[in-house]
Nanobody, 115 residues
Framework: QVQLVESGGGLVQTGGSMRLSCVAS????????LGWYRQVPGKSRAMVAY???????EYANSVEGRFTISRDNSKNTVYLQMDSLEPEDTAIYFC?????????WGQGTQVTVSS
């Protein structure tokens, strides 16, 4: 079992920055990839960024160049640095940990970007 706890959400103005954190606990040695997804009302959860155990990253086209995912293995933490935020980035952001066979999700943190 892996438990994930996100933090860092809130309200920010257009063009501003915000950093989300996600701390993993439990069987963290089973984690292959860590990622961030986001969801707005009425839509499916969408991938934002991934980072694997080697530090290789993947981004959604909509955030490429504005968001940066990173991980600190010593702290079992994955971060999402969000810059140049736009109102379209408003969503609930979820942390994801992938093992060989299971996906674990955090409870989500609200990010609101005001215009």
């Amino acid at each position: 079992q892996v438990q994930l706890v996100e933090s860092g959400g809130g309200l920010v103005q257009t063009g501003g920055s915000m950093r989300l954190s996600c701390v993993a606990s439990g069987s963290v040695f089973t984690i292959n990839r860590l990622g961030w997804y986001r969801q707005v009302p009425g839509k499916s959860r969408a991938m934002v960024a991934y980072i694997d155990s080697h530090g290789l990253t993947e981004y959604a086209n909509s955030v490429e160049g504005r968001f940066t995912i990173s991980r600190d293995n010593s702290k079992n933490t994955v971060y999402l640095q969000m810059d140049s935020l736009e109102p379209e980035d408003t969503a609930i952001y979820f942390c994801l940990a992938e093992t060989v066979s299971i996906q674990y999700w955090g409870q989500g943190t609200q990010v609101t970007v005001s215009s």
